[in-house]
């Protein structure tokens, strides 16, 4: 039977027709069934219809399938990726974003800390929860991987809810940290041995070795990186946010693996020292960059998934099935004695190793503890936001904008929460 592989959230040209494209120049995913799955039909037939042409003009063997039903997509399902959005992405986005700010809360971006991350979670989980319980249904043998944010609340919830899933979140990030390293120390990334983790766009490198001489390269990194990131290259045609990443690195002595405006949402000073000029550029050509993929479609789906956005599920996927016992640098997965500090029902973004059986963290030993007293902010949060979701109580998403570090003053957060939920009532309604 040929291995069946379903793309939930498919009608985004950029997840659907990049991970089509990903899995199109994969020789042993050959012969396998790609599943296009979205709730949009026009947006479904779209990419159905670039995919499928591509296929049958290239003559590769694989075949499409498309389906608006999630159960019929779900059959005999090997491997699931989820990467969906809920409502006008941009216009909510930007309200979880901008609407705190109006309240005095000095949250300096809006995806997935603070409680822009709160709102965003709260809309989101929700369908995710729902996808999860016919994955659990239909197919409960699939190896499941989420692509969507806010990784950390998403995958808290899920594994609370659904334990025995095989599910692991996905996120492409420290691409971004290790295309810099190379310049960095001058020398090719095949010779770093590098080990970063935290959560997800909250982590830091926690090692870094020369593998030809087996030498510690932190000190050339602590040496070199103030000079270097103050006028970094662009990487991935990017540049600027790096004020907090310096901070960081300064205080607490580890580089971050991301830049300000993802880093900066779960620190309660972050406000004072981000590159806030930088973040409204990032903004800016992000969302940019979303509107044009539809226009580039043929591009995406012969190119497959850029290198800023590879999420490297396909090269997952190829490990489990050839028991590759391959390594990866970022998986989230639950804390089975991964990070020192933090409990074990926290899912955490560490590196991790595949095999036949599946995607298995790495330990990381020794953690830095200054920098675990800064994720251990996060846990409560992360507790009472999936409490929040699980019982639809806005009581407990009070509490969760209430135990963030983020929040200043009890009544803005009642009064926040209260405006959010008449702004985005389709979603947040379900908080009673």
């Not at 009064?415 to 379900?430: C, E, F, P, R, V």
Request: aromatic share 8%.
């Amino acid at each position: 039977m040929s291995t069946r592989i379903v793309l939930i959230g498919a009608g985004s040209a950029m997840f659907g027709l990049g991970t089509v494209g990903d899995i199109l120049r994969c020789k042993s995913l050959e012969g396998a069934t790609i599943v296009l799955n979205d709730i949009n039909p026009e947006a479904l037939a779209f990419v159905e219809g670039v995919a499928s042409r591509y296929v049958r003009d290239k003559g590769l063997p694989y075949k499409i399938e498309a389906t608006t039903s999630l159960d019929d997509a779900l059959k005999s399902a090997n491997f699931c990726m989820i990467s969906i959005e809920v409502g006008d992405r941009h216009t909510l986005w930007e309200e979880d974003w901008k609407v705190p700010m109006q309240y005095g809360f000095r949250q300096v971006y809006g995806e997935n800390g603070g409680p822009g991350g709160l709102f965003h979670a709260l809309r989101i989980i929700p369908p995710i929860l729902g996808i999860c319980e016919r994955i659990s249904a239909v197919c409960p043998d699939a190896f499941v991987f989420n692509l969507s944010n806010p990784m950390v609340r998403i995958s808290q919830a899920v594994h609370t809810k659904f334990p025995h899933l095989k599910y692991v979140g996905i996120c492409h990030e420290v691409a971004s940290l290790i295309e810099h390293l190379p310049l960095l120390l001058n020398t090719p990334v095949e010779n770093l041995d590098i080990k970063a983790g935290g959560f997800n766009h909250f982590s830091v490198l926690v090692e870094a070795t020369y593998k030809d001489s087996g030498k510690d390269a932190y000190p050339d990194i602590r040496a070199k990186a103030p000079a270097y990131f103050a006028k970094a290259p662009a990487v991935f045609g990017y540049i600027g946010e790096r004020a907090l990443f310096q901070e960081i690195l300064k205080r607490f002595g580890h580089l971050p693996i991301t830049t300000d405006s993802h880093f900066g949402e779960y620190i309660p000073w972050a406000a004072s020292v981000v590159d806030h000029r930088g973040i409204l550029e990032f903004y800016s050509s992000y969302k940019a960059t979303m509107r044009s993929n539809h226009d580039e479609a043929l591009r995406r789906i012969a190119d497959g998934t850029p290198p800023e956005e590879y999420w490297r599920v396909v090269p997952i996927i190829e490990g489990i099935l050839n028991d590759s016992h391959h390594g990866e640098l970022a998986v989230n997965v639950p804390n089975d004695g991964l990070i020192d500090y933090l409990p074990a029902n926290q899912m955490v973004e560490v590196p991790g190793i595949i095999d036949g059986k599946g995607i298995h963290g790495v330990r990381l030993d020794p953690y830095p503890k200054a920098f675990a007293a800064l994720l251990m902010t996060q846990v409560p949060v992360n507790d009472m936001t999936t409490e929040a979701v699980l019982r639809g109580s806005k009581e407990a998403a009070l509490q969760a904008i209430l135990v963030d570090p983020v929040c200043h003053d009890a009544k803005a957060a009642a009064d926040l929460l209260d405006t959010m939920i008449s702004l985005q009532k389709a979603h947040l309604g379900y908080l009673k």
